[in-house]
């Protein structure tokens, strides 16, 4: 007995792989798992400027989709696909040459920090180049609903697959040399609004506290720099560490030696990091930027408007005051972290995405 072969999926991801973000790690995450769910994935990358590219890259991109064999499933990531223009989406017709999956972590024009006619530009290119794909995949629940109201995505061409989170043990906590240990996880961008936690953090020099920060600090230029300034003109410098990127093996430490974890977040696509602090049972304070007023179950962190300096102030200030709070709060962080899906789970959902669309190829059409 012959049996069929596992389906065939090409994914396109712009940049380098290895970029330290929560974008490229639900990639690398999703092409180690792809083939135990019963799917043979190939890697291709895109030239790094997307959604922002120069001519040379668009055409690049061209070749690169252009070779690719007929009648074989392609994912592309959203970085690059929501601002795919025709000549690129005209290589990748699905009606005669290849399924075409969005990959949607956040829509483009959501970033923070985008001039206006910018934005308008990309939520008009995300607009089109959805209209043209067979199906997406959107990373949380949140992303799936504004693609529908916003972007005309109709429901039943979405597919949720939200990161899996892997299993970790409990945190074990600061030692208190440098009082209640804070960390936030995520690049120096205007998004990750780290220049609102400084402030927020001004007004509280008369509790024992330490912040890290740990994520790049040259994604976005200049970003760094302002946001160091405002620690300074705080009076601040000495209680907040820069980290920088950190190994695997470094930000397991800084989860486990972490007493609260922050994110002041004016919006997350799903907010990874959100999850890991879970799955340590750290205490949480976040924002209900996006999709991390629903990553987090209500009761499992203090959540604050995004933007709100003095709510996070207050709010970080209710948990230095008050030990046993908390510690309920990190219980009930790591209650939550308990039932979150693995990453096996988010393979099997993209899986059979692509399955559904191997089998509506002509060559596979009964």
């Known amino acids: 007995m012959v049996t069929d072969p596992d389906p065939e999926l090409v994914f396109a991801i712009p940049g380098d792989l290895s970029a330290p973000t929560g974008g490229y790690a639900y990639d690398r995450s999703l092409l180690a798992n792809l083939p135990g769910s019963g799917i043979r994935v190939q890697h291709l990358q895109l030239p790094g400027s997307w959604p922002s590219p120069a001519a040379t890259d668009v055409e690049q991109t061209r070749r690169r989709l252009a070779s690719l064999r007929d009648r074989i499933t392609v994912m592309v990531d959203g970085l690059a696909f929501g601002a795919f223009p025709d000549t690129l989406l005209e290589t990748l017709d699905h009606g005669t040459g290849h399924p ?143 980290a920088g990127v950190l190994t695997t093996d470094e930000l397991e430490t800084a989860f486990h030696s972490s007493d609260l974890f922050v994110m002041p977040s004016l919006y997350e696509g799903y907010g990874m990091a959100l999850a890991e602090a879970m799955s340590h049972g750290l205490p949480i304070i976040c924002t209900t930027g996006g999709a991390a007023a629903e990553t987090v179950p209500d009761g499992a962190a203090i959540k604050v408007p995004p933007g709100d300096a003095l709510a996070l102030g207050y ?15 990190g219980e009930l962080s790591w209650a939550a972290g308990r039932s979150l899906p693995p990453w096996t789970a988010t393979a099997d959902r993209v899986a059979d995405v692509v399955r559904a669309l191997t089998r509506s190829l002509p060559e596979h059409a009964a």
Do not use: N
Not at 315 to 329: H, I, Y
């Open 100 to 242: 075409v999956v969005a990959l949607v972590h956040h829509p483009l024009a959501l970033e923070s920090g985008l001039a206006e006619d910018g934005r308008r530009m990309l939520a008009r290119t995300e607009r089109h180049s959805l209209a043209r794909a067979a199906h997406v995949i959107a990373t949380s629940a949140l992303t799936a609903r504004t693609l529908t109201r916003d972007y005309g995505v109709p429901a039943g061409k979405i597919t949720i697959a939200v990161p899996g989170t892997p299993p970790a043990c409990r945190a074990g906590g600061s030692d208190g040399a440098r009082g209640v240990e804070l960390l936030c996880v995520g690049s120096v961008s205007p998004r990750k609004a780290y220049g609102v936690l400084a402030l927020a953090l001004s007004h509280l020099t008369d509790r024992h506290w330490h912040v890290t920060i740990a994520g790049e600090t040259d994604r976005v230029p200049g970003e760094h720099a302002r946001v160091a300034r405002l620690v300074e003109a705080h009076g601040l410098a000495g209680r907040v560490t820069f």
């Open 315 to 329: 709010a970080v200030r209710s948990l230095l005051t008050s030990p046993q709070r908390l510690a309920a709060l």
